[in-house]
């Protein structure tokens, strides 16, 4: 990870002791040299996005991705957005259809999400890099490792948080969320393949904004 990487200075904070342990050593050089030899997503200066557009303190929701978009263009550091100018992929238009539902009302459709992470949602994926056109090219590098411990770092130190896991993968990374102090929704997948057994109609959308609202947060506009 070259001189181009960015993190915002409230999680270089929190996550100091990660950036020293061997894996995360051993994953800077992993990266460092993919990026040196090959296509790799996102552009190096957006691997930390998700964490800079949303600080530490600032998080009030936090929905759990596994890998970034591995065609031309789309990751942009941000689980499940894409650039504002690609298509939105399937399971973006499936969360933006829950949405609509949900509320019962049209949205903006921002294909970016960075609306989001303004207002104070962590879109995290749990690897944060990936080679173009090879899914999962990237995982048990030491991305998991990293990522897993933002997760247990924002559950012992917040309260009052929301955490979204669609999914099997995701439901098992969020297995050790401290439920007493946070609220934790859990549903299937948007994609194509699992949206209809049980995320459209899940809800997830508004029983967040109702729960912030509750601990004294402002809503998300979604």
């Not at 002791?17 to 190096?44: C, G, M, N, S, V």
């Not at 012992?156 to 993968?169: E, N, P, Q, S, T």
């Amino acid at each position: 990870m070259g001189k181009d990487i960015r993190l915002h200075d409230s999680w270089r904070a929190c996550l100091s002791d990660e950036f020293d342990q061997p894996y995360f050593l051993r994953l800077r050089e992993f990266i460092r040299d993919e990026y040196a030899h090959k296509t790799i997503y996102p552009p190096a200066r957006q691997i930390f996005r998700a964490f800079d557009a949303c600080p530490f303190d600032q998080v009030k929701v936090v929905i759990l991705g596994q890998d970034p978009y591995h065609g031309p263009g789309q990751a942009c550091g941000l689980c499940f957005a894409v650039a504002p100018d690609v298509q939105p992929p399937p399971s973006l238009q499936n969360i933006f259809k829950e949405i609509e539902s949900d509320l019962g009302h049209e949205i903006s459709k921002q294909r970016d999400l960075i609306g989001w992470a303004q207002q104070g949602v962590l879109l995290l994926n749990a690897t944060l890099t990936v080679c173009a056109h090879q899914p999962g090219s990237h995982q048990n590098k030491g991305w998991e490792q990293f990522t897993d411990a933002v997760v247990k770092t924002l559950s012992h130190k917040r309260d009052g948080l929301v955490f979204l896991l669609w999914g099997a993968y995701a439901r098992r990374k969020g297995g050790d969320i401290d439920r007493s102090k946070h609220l934790v929704l859990e549903s299937p997948h948007p994609s194509p393949f699992s949206a209809h057994t049980g995320f459209f109609g899940c809800k997830h959308f508004s029983k967040t904004n109702d729960y912030l609202i509750k601990q004294g947060a402002a809503p998300i506009c979604w």
